[in-house]
């Protein structure tokens, strides 16, 4: 994909998305409500503490690739801001919805998107959050990618492709730690030492438990 957003406007796009979708009565957001969605710590993930500067930044660089604008609402002498990603992907709610909590909450499974999407728009079930997910990774260009399944995890993860592709190669598991021969020597030398302790503890234990008789 040709945009590529910082993690600032990253969470800004969220921000203006969840709110437009959840708390429509009060969007668009002005630059003090957008900084206080950004640094909300409810449905976040990281939690982040961005000064109003940050978020101006931001969106200096969200208007200047076609994400958002900045509006004057009739009555109103102060600028509030909105996003305009519909401008550039034709989505569905399910779909934006989807985008938004992967956007504010990181890579998820799933269960865990279906669960917390919900708020901004339902699914029957998993098989719905599915078939949003595979239009989302079929979209041209792709916008969201599936992870392979990590060690230790049941399920495979997903995540957004508005920063870009991941900077590692997530397909490969990760390689069990090396241990060198001399760490395995210094290990049973360890071993060997509490044992040799242990060992003149009963020594001396049984020592004095023998001289009471």
Sequence with gaps: ???????????ILGCLIEKELTTPEYYPLSLNSLTNACNQKSNRNPIVSFHEAD??????????????RKTITPGSRVAKYRHTILDKFDLSRQEIGILCELMLRGPQ??????????????????????????????YD?????????????????HMHLFSGKPSQ?????????????????SSL?????????ELEEL??????????F
């Design 1 to 11: 994909m040709d945009i590529v957003l910082d993690d600032t406007e990253i969470r």
């Design 55 to 68: 978020v101006e930044q931001g969106l200096e660089g969200l208007q200047a690739k076609g994400l958002a």
């Design 109 to 138: 499974t799933m269960g865990e998107i279906r669960t917390r999407a919900e708020r901004m728009s339902p699914f029957e079930s998993l098989e719905e959050v599915e078939k949003n997910l595979q239009a989302l990774m079929d």
């Design 141 to 157: 260009p792709a916008l969201v990618i599936k992870l392979p399944r990590e060690t230790g995890r049941k399920e495979c993860r």
């Design 169 to 185: 190669d997530l397909s490969a598991e990760p390689a069990a730690p090396q241990i060198t021969v001399q760490e395995r020597i």
């Design 189 to 197: 030398e360890e071993e060997t030492s509490r044992l040799r302790s």
């Design 203 to 212: 020594k001396q234990t049984f020592a004095e438990f023998k001289s009471q």
